[in-house]
Each structure stands twice: as C-alpha cells, then as structure tokens.
C-alpha cells in the first residue's frame, strides 16, 4: 500500500511511498493533523544520492515495527532538501546551533507549531558506537511529549527565539575593495594544501567559487600565486580518484586529503561549476589538461544527466549493483587488477594497471581501486592508451548503472548552461551552445510563468509545486547572460532582466541585504537567509554577480545599486572566511574591474568580425560582458550608436563610464582586455 508521497514529483520522495511509514509530503495539513491528533511532527530530509539516507529508510522506514511506532505516535513529514532548500536550511541552522553539526539524513522532531525541540541526523535501528537506536530515540521523544510537554514548548520557544536573532545586517556599508580582496588571497594562501592542492584537510571538496576567484585575481592582478594555486588544484583533482577518468565528470568529493577515494555520487552542480573552471583556466594558461577536462566535463553532462525535454537532471547516485546482487558505493567506477585482465589481456592489463595507478592492494574497499592518473601518457603509449580507455569503458558500460534522479532544478540548470555555453563557444562547439539553449528554452517554457515567477523544480516536463528560492533567480538570470553573450541573443537579457528585477522586489531587505525566499513566499519559523557558498554560490552573491553583468549591458543604475548594496557582505566576510564567499569574491573582483563592457559590430559572416569576436570571448578581464551584432542592431543596449569603423568591423570597450576609442585589430583588442 503506497502512502500519501505517491503523488509527489520527487524522486527521493517516490522512493519513500511504498515504505510501511505513513508519510506526508511538508504541507499545512500535515501540521494541522499533528494538532489533531496532539502528537509531535517527524521531520526527515535528505535527497536522492544521498548514501546513509538510503540506509536509514532500508534499516528503520521500511521495517514494519519502527514504522508502527513512528504511525502511531507521530505525524512523519518527509521533505526532499533539493526541492525545499528553505527547510533544509532553517532546520539545519538549528540542528548545528544545538549539537554543533548537521548532514543528511536530518532527523528533526517538531511542535505542530513547526517548532524544533530534538534533532538528529542517521540514527541506527540499534544502539552502536555510543549512538542511541532510532526506536530508542522514537520512545524518548514520545515519552518527553508524554509527560513533560512544558519543557518541551519550553525548548522549542528558545530555539524558534534563537534563531529569530540570527537576522543578518550585512550591507550597505560599502563595497569590498583592494585591501579587503588581498586579505581574502592571503586567507586562502594559509589553507592552502601546497600537497596536494585545494583548501583544508578530508574531507576535501571541489573548491569551484575560490578557484573562479583566483583566476579573476591574476587576470586582475597579475598575482602569480593566485593563479597557481587554481592550476596546481586544478591538475590535481582531475588526476585523482575524484575525476572519472574513463567517463569525464567529477564525484562530490573526495574522503581523503590527496583527491584518491571520492564519494562516488556525481552532482548536476558540481559538474557545471567545474566545467567552467576549467574552461577559464584554458582561457587563462592555454593548459591542455583544462581543455581536455573542460570538455569530457560537458560531454558527461549532456551524455548522462541530459533529460529527454532537454534539461538536466540533479544527481547520478554513489551506489549500485556489484554484480552479486548487492548494492555498493562505487561499485560501477572501481576496478581489480582481476577485471583489467579479463577485459584487456595480460599485457594491456599491467600497461592499464601502471597508468590509472590500480594496485594489487587497492586504493579502495575489498582490493578494488579508484582509477587515477598519476601522469600523462609518453607520447609512445597514447595510442595504446586510447585503446585501453575506450575498451575499459564499453566493459563499464555493461555494468548496472547507478540511479538518476531525474528531476530538474531550475539553479542548477542555469549553472550549467552558463557552462555549456561558455565552453561551446570557447572550443568552437555549437552542439554545446545548442544544449545549453534548449535547457534555457525548457526553463523558459515550463519553470517560468507569465509574470517571470520561477517554480523551483520540474520532472518529465511538468513543473512542481515549489516556487523558486533566491538561488533559482540568481543562477538562471546567470545562465541567460551567458547564453546572450555566446549568442548574440538578445532575447535572453530580456529574460534575466524579467527575473532580476524580481530579486530587486521580493528578495531584497534593507541596506542591500538579500534573503533566500521572497518576501511573499510560506512562513517558515524564521526566513532563510545565507550568504556564504555551499555546494554551489549562494544565491545572495549568485544575484549580486547577475545584477553586476546585467547592470553593464544595459546601464541600469537600480541593478548596479542592487549589486553593490548586495556586497557589503564580501567586505564584512571575504578577509575573515574567504573559502566560504569564493563565489562572492569572484564577483567583488569583477566590480572592481568595471567590469568591462565590450561590443563588437559587423557583418556575421565577416572574417574579421569573428576574429574580434573570437578575441573578446578569450577575454580574461574579470566579469567582462559582451555584445556582437550588426551596429544600432537593437538585440543589445550596448550596439546602440556603435557604427563601423571605416566600413570595417570594430569593437568598443567601455569601463567605470568610460570608454576607449574603438579598435579594428585583434591584437590591439586582446591587450586591452
């Protein structure tokens, strides 16, 4: 018997709806029954590639006893954090501000007030390593519901109070300048692992938003230490375990400090935000590896999370099948010397063996290895490799797959057609540029309403009941921008400015602040608000970086205003936390450049045009937008009372309200910007 998820668009959700739990997707009425009833409210969230959610629902939620105990004396509420992320992030504030951390799964018991007043994350169906089991737990809760229910409002009065205070001031007191953007590149210089690259120790994560900063920092700078740090980060992960080294794409991050074991699940997110490192680094050095990760990143994308409406989707899970019926992490991307001499014989097996670094021992489980590349090829090899690689991947190909949860998100939709598109047109492939635009046009066509509005989630082509959260804005006017500027498109300016504008009325406090749910948007016990990076830039300076690009195509004052308003936070947290504001720093960067305003007119099929075009796509200049067509055309405000140059092809570059006398010649373009 299914329960009341079976309805839901969810993937995670629908994996819930045959469980003997008798769920509730996060509604009024799930609360409004926990009042009728007079029991508290059990909160779950996690996602669809999330490892120990999966082991949670196998030991507890599909086990009939847990789940009678949980009917009988709870409202159980199942949330997926990717479809609600203000949720996530309020019960998370308040799961980490009382035990000091968080995850998924989050276990979070609630008043039917929606007010917390226990939390948890995996808990086990027995008592182990001095964790209490999940129906130890469930009866503890009851039994305080039972029998001291005053100092259970009690606790949750404080906590929901707590959180009220947490409100955040930032803005309005100025933009971040030189000094502050020097004493966040000193902070990133300390964390930095000169070992093994990137920032910290393991668990380590793909620093996207620092790396993108630092590359705008040497293009800004000339900081030699800037852009090694990004190139040596860069080098190491896509020659560790958490690049998929047969199949391009990277993993959510690595165990480890070296980049060796990844957690296998690959994210839509992380895959275009890299994609696009990547591209810039190559823009930036020319470096062949960024050229060939930039591009297997973008063909994995479109290869594996494309979906059939031509969006993409979340997430491809850690775990499968390991040919013995069990269900595993990682065990579609690891290989025994075993398996490498079954699918290529004895003497490609050892050459194999050499070169992805795959030993007897293993570098993961059970004599398994995560394939690596601890150097390139001799130039002797290459063919011999290429052979390999291809025949390693048709046998991997056989294996059962991981699952996919197919649902598209509108944010991380736009971040990835920020990256096909800027790839594209970098690497001369109009089939990626072609991809990013019908993923824009599904955004556009299904996420979208007449009055611009964003629904934050779709699957199979219809649109879910969640509206859009700041971040959904934010990235998707990104992914627009880039499109216009790749295109010529004016149409897509339009459309980021129709949801910029929104930003600028529903999302925006006093001073400049910005808050992630818009100011009509459900009352939760406090309204989310987050400046700094996660997996992915927040949507506070996501909207600030868009509201800068668009501010410089169109001359918009309300846009630049926002955008600067919205910085005051990158001045109060780049110097003290600069790996948790990457994204924000990079934008900071772009500010105090200009950013530049480039327009290049002539006739489309003119030579020397798309060489001038070609020249200011490769530039470097941090945050520089550009615009081509024909002069006066009327796709963008910036062709506007641009005329040819001696009949000929030319391109204007503006900056700070300024601009240069026009230039005719690719090289005097190029030094320019």
Known sequence: MANRLAHETSPYLLQHADNPVDWWPWSAEAFEEARRRDVPVLLSVGYSSCHWCHVMAHESFEDDATAALVNENFVAVKVDREERPDVDAVYMEAVQAATGQGGWPMTVFLTPDAAPFYFGTYFPPEPRHGMPSFPEVLEGVKGAWADRRDEVGEVAERIVKDLAGRSLAYGGDGVPGEEELAQALLGLTREYDATHGGFGGAPKFPPSMALEFLLRCHARTGSEGALQMAADTCEAMARGGIYDQLGGGFARYAVDRAWVVPHFEKMLYDNA??????????????????????????????????????????????????????????????????????????????????????????????????????QEAGPADAGRIASIAARLLAAREERERPGRDDKVVAAWNGLAIAALAETGALFGRPDLVERATEAADLLVRVHMDESA??????????????????????????????????????????????????????????????????????????????????????????AAGALLSYAAYTGSDAHRAAAEGALGVVKALGPRAPRFIGWGLAVSEALLDGPREIAVVGAPDDEAFQEL?????????????????????????????????????????????????????????????
């Open 273 to 374: 935000l890299l994609c696009r490192v990547y591209a810039h680094l190559w823009r930036a050095t020319g470096s062949d590896l960024a050229r060939r990760v930039a591009l297997e990143t973008a063909d994995f994308l479109v290869r594996e999370l494309r979906t059939p409406e031509g969006g993409f989707a979340s997430a491809l899970d850690a775990d499968s099948a390991d040919g013995t019926g069990r269900h595993v992490e990682g065990a579609y991307y690891v290989w025994t010397p075993a398996q490498l001499t079954e699918v290529l014989g004895a003497e490609d097996a050892a050459l194999a063996a050499a070169h992805y670094g795959i030993t007897e021992d293993g570098t993961f489980e059970h004599g398994s290895s995560v394939l690596q590349l601890p």
């Open 453 to 542: 509005r964003l629904t934050r989630t779709s699957k199979d082509g219809r649109a879910g009941t969640n509206d859009g959260v700041l971040e959904d804005y934010a990235d998707v006017a990104e992914g627009f921008l880039a499109l216009a500027a790749v295109t010529g498109e004016g149409a897509w300016l339009d459309f980021a400015g129709f949801l910029l504008d929104l930003v600028i009325d529903r999302f925006t406090a006093e001073g400049g602040a910005l808050y992630d749910t818009a100011h009509d948007a459900e009352a939760l016990i406090r309204r989310p608000q987050d400046p700094t990076d996660n997996a992915t830039p927040s949507g506070w300076t996501a």
């Open 613 to 673: 075009r070609r020249t200011a796509l490769l530039a470097t200049a941090p945050g520089a937008v550009l615009a081509f067509g024909a002069p006066d055309s009327e796709e963008f405000p910036l062709l506007r009372d641009r005329p040819l140059v001696a009949g000929g092809p030319a391109a204007y570059v503006c900056r700070h309200f300024t601009c240069d006398a026009p230039v005719t010649d690719p090289e005097a373009l190029r030094r320019k910007l």
